[in-house]
């Protein structure tokens, strides 16, 4: 979709304001249970423990709640996971988000595998979501069966490329000895593009999706100031989210990461055995 495309490549020229009490982009994570499994998945959704899989439904829309009660807007929220229209709860967050003023568009990432269910369906007509399917070229997709349920049902949807103009991912590196060098993380974070990729997951508001799962797959520390605790914070949520995002800071996570300009393209969707 226009808007859609508009915000990302905003995010991805670093052009998107500071900070007025408005964000324009937020990632929302429902778990990382997902349908394929990725071997170069930027998120490293196929090698998270289980527990990771699916979030409770109360605890999201406490946490998203939270938030937004330290913002005045966001034009684009997107859920994602894993694979959202794998998550059991995801009508209840959709009729959150339905009612929540505060949220203006709504897109749910799906990887073209999993066509939902009718009342799903039923909720996705509104016209404030659409649905963002991604551009893969395996065997099992089901994406040309989804694209036709969603025009029957009437659904706005979009085919997403990723961040290759061939649509190749980046291999951003899973298994790196730490960056020691401090210039080269800084320079590392602010050429990334997904350095303005705001994200919630499991209560913790970060600069991507990607750097709140690293420390646990890559075996490292993460620093107190890499993200917010948004489920665990007291006192002025306005105020601490205004700080993190005018400090916009590389993360520990940056320092195990090749970013997008020193990962190596790797065709999308290569599938662990």
Not at 108 to 127: E, F, V
């Amino acid at each position: 979709m226009k808007i859609h495309s508009r915000i990302l490549k905003k995010i991805r020229r670093g052009s998107i304001p500071i900070f007025t009490g408005y964000l324009d982009y937020l990632v929302f994570i429902t778990g990382q249970a997902c349908s394929l499994k990725c071997q170069h998945c930027a998120n490293f959704s196929p090698y998270m423990p289980k527990e990771w899989n699916f979030y409770d439904s109360g605890m999201l829309i406490q946490d998203l709640n939270k938030c937004l009660g330290g913002i005045r807007k966001i034009r684009l929220f997107q859920i994602q996971g894993g694979e959202p229209f794998l998550y059991s709860d995801l009508k209840k967050l959709l009729e959150y988000v339905l009612e929540e003023d505060k949220i203006e568009i709504c897109s749910i990432a799906t990887n073209g595998t999993i066509i939902p269910s009718m009342d799903t369906l039923q909720l996705l007509k509104n016209k404030k979501f659409n649905v963002r399917i991604s551009n893969y070229p395996i065997k099992n997709t089901k994406k040309d069966d989804l694209v036709r349920c969603l025009q029957e049902q009437e659904v706005k949807y979009f085919i997403y490329n990723f961040v290759g103009r061939d649509n190749s991912w980046l291999d951003m590196g899973k298994e790196l000895i730490r960056e020691e060098d401090t210039a080269h993380v800084k320079k590392r974070f602010k050429s990334c593009g997904f350095n303005r990729c705001l994200t919630l997951e499991d209560g913790k508001l970060g600069w991507c999706s990607r750097c709140i799962r690293a420390p646990i797959i890559q075996n490292f520390q993460a620093a107190e100031t890499d993200y917010l605790d948004i489920r665990n914070m007291s006192g002025n949520i306005r105020h601490e989210i205004r700080k993190y995002i005018l400090k916009h800071h590389y993360m520990e996570a940056c320092r195990y990461c090749l970013g997008t300009k020193e990962g190596t393209k790797v065709p999308p969707a290569i599938q662990l055995k």
